[in-house]
């Protein structure tokens, strides 16, 4: 590693070439049928075997975190490779179930795995990489250790998806319910990407537990400043236009911040989303005023920056080396400042 820190591009994209090939391998071991459709997911060919130049893979952020906290540790990024891309498999593996819960038919400006092949096709393929994933940590160090942390993450991440059902139907709309669903879909995933980069470089269970803390913060800083995009983002930046999830009636972090109490904006919001055909843009506009005079937009803001900061002091608690800890920083920067 550099004595310098690399700025965020860099740092991802090296994260993203040191898992790459790695990635390709374990999903080269699937069954023959099950390795197309995942290999479609993951934008290296089409459904008629023609391979695509430049597949769009995501931003590596997780096996970045990782590597990383591996790093920060004293540990060589080469005992934490198999553990970054066994978090990055089940990060796909939840992208491909998630896309089907939420009826999302695009992802990475391409069609989802389940509106090109169907809905029994993205969840066998979710399965394959949940299964893939802890095929690469049992062929790695420290297993022992790095595989219950696994294997008890997804259980909190699946744990958070199906609360975020909950949500969406309006059987259980709170704002403590928006964060436990922020904790275990997003923030759970992050936090496990820390933990076991930090086990897989040898630190005690003290240091894990702090970078464990780091990320867990980190995702839930994540998740506010993704939900404030979701309603006021720039489609020139996000990808999505500005008011999409309320167009989808989503109760993200802001929405339910808005929804509680009995405010009379929360009463108006609450009477909007209860409508059973699909809001007009008028009614998106309304329900993103009635948000931000409830002060929710600026309680969501002031959130994400609370956790950022619990997230850097977590980081600092862990004792990390220099260069790793300023390189994890300019991460939980990126991760906290996007535009919002």
Known sequence: MSDEPRDCE????????????????????LPAHIRHITG???????????HLDRPA???????????????AVGGDP??????????????????LHDDIIDHDPVRRHRPALWAAKGIPAA?????????????ALTEAPRAEHTIPILLESVQQLIEGEYLDTLLETGTDVSEDRALSVAAGKTAELLACACALGA???????????????????LGIAFQCVDDLLGIWGDEQITGKPALSDLRRRKVSLPVASAMAGHTPQ????????????????QECRHAAELIEQSGARVRTLQRALRHSADARERLAL???????????????????????
């Not at 860099?10 to 071991?29: D, E, G, K, M, T």
């Not at 931003?59 to 906290?69: D, G, I």
């Not at 080469?78 to 992208?95: C, T």
């Open 10 to 29: 860099s740092i991802l994209a090296h994260s993203a070439s040191a898992i790459r090939p790695l990635i390709r391998s374990q999903v080269n071991h």
């Open 40 to 50: 479609m997911h993951f934008g290296w060919w089409t459904d008629d075997r023609i």
């Open 57 to 71: 893979e995501g931003k590596a952020l997780r096996p970045a975190l990782a590597l990383l906290a591996c790093q």
């Open 78 to 95: 080469e005992q934490a490779r198999l553990a970054a891309v066994a978090v990055e498999l089940i990060h796909n593996a939840s992208l």
């Open 123 to 135: 969840i066998l393929a979710g399965d394959a990489l949940f299964f893939a994933a802890v095929q």
């Open 199 to 217: 086990t897989a470089g040898g630190a005690d269970a003290e240091r894990v537990g702090h970078l464990r803390a780091f990320g867990r913060h």
């Open 266 to 281: 929360g009463d108006a919001l609450r009477a909007l989303y209860r409508g059973n055909t699909p809001p007009s843009e």
């Open 318 to 340: 862990s004792r990390p080396a220099p260069v790793a800890a300023a390189e994890l920083a300019t991460l939980a920067e990126m991760i906290s400042r996007r535009d919002h």
